[in-house]
């Protein structure tokens, strides 16, 4: 029988066949794990800022046949467009307006209420009729000029979309008023978040 030579000096004793600071560390499913929260890590941290130059972003997008530099640009977000990794590169880049967060303000309307924020280009109302009459509704008036009455009968639910042809961020006044006898509406008012 062959004699095993084994040193067992300090740290580097073995434990079940394995040097004592290697034990737990070598399976498969805690490798898969690593490698799943270190490519989440990464994707997180290639965003781009919140504020890049101009307000876009740029993607790369690949064709089918396209070398290895191309395809490891793909998924990627760049705050300046990017160069091509090569001359005569194919691949597509693509110009992207930034997203901003969205931000909802919910109000329950018996009367009169306004709001105010900066927000991007376009706004979104929903309403929710609680109680009324036929003919409730609720007015809604923007500082863009935007005047409109919209329906909005007890169970049931209606929505208008405000919009301003300028650059953002757009400062927005929203002023809405219950139309009709006893009218109450639920109301959610949707729009980008440019109040930095």
């Not at 989440?40 to 800022?49: D, F, I, V, W």
């Not at 105010?116 to 929710?128: A, R």
């Amino acid at each position: 029988m062959a004699k095993r030579n084994v040193q067992h000096i300090g740290d580097d004793q073995l434990a079940y066949g394995m040097p004592k600071h290697m034990v737990g560390v070598s399976t498969q499913e805690s490798l898969v794990k690593f490698k799943r929260a270190e490519a989440g890590y990464e994707s997180k941290n290639e965003k781009p800022p919140k504020d890049p130059k101009d307000n876009y972003y740029w993607t790369v997008h690949p064709k089918p046949k396209a070398c290895e530099k191309c395809k490891a640009l793909e998924g990627r977000e760049f705050i300046e467009k990017p160069e091509r990794p090569h001359p005569n590169c194919k691949c597509e880049i693509k110009k992207h307006p930034l997203r901003r967060p969205k931000r909802y303000i919910n109000g329950y309307l018996l009367g009169h209420a306004w709001h105010l924020f900066t927000g991007g280009k376009q706004v979104d109302i929903s309403f929710d009729g609680v109680s009324g009459g036929l003919l409730s509704g609720v007015h809604v008036q923007s500082n863009h000029g935007h005047s409109e009455q919209v329906a909005c009968m007890p169970h049931s639910s209606n929505a208008t979309t405000l919009t301003v042809d300028q650059t953002s961020p757009v400062p927005w006044r929203i002023s809405l008023i219950a139309v009709g006898n006893n009218t109450a509406v639920n109301y959610t008012i949707i729009y980008e978040d440019w109040d930095d």
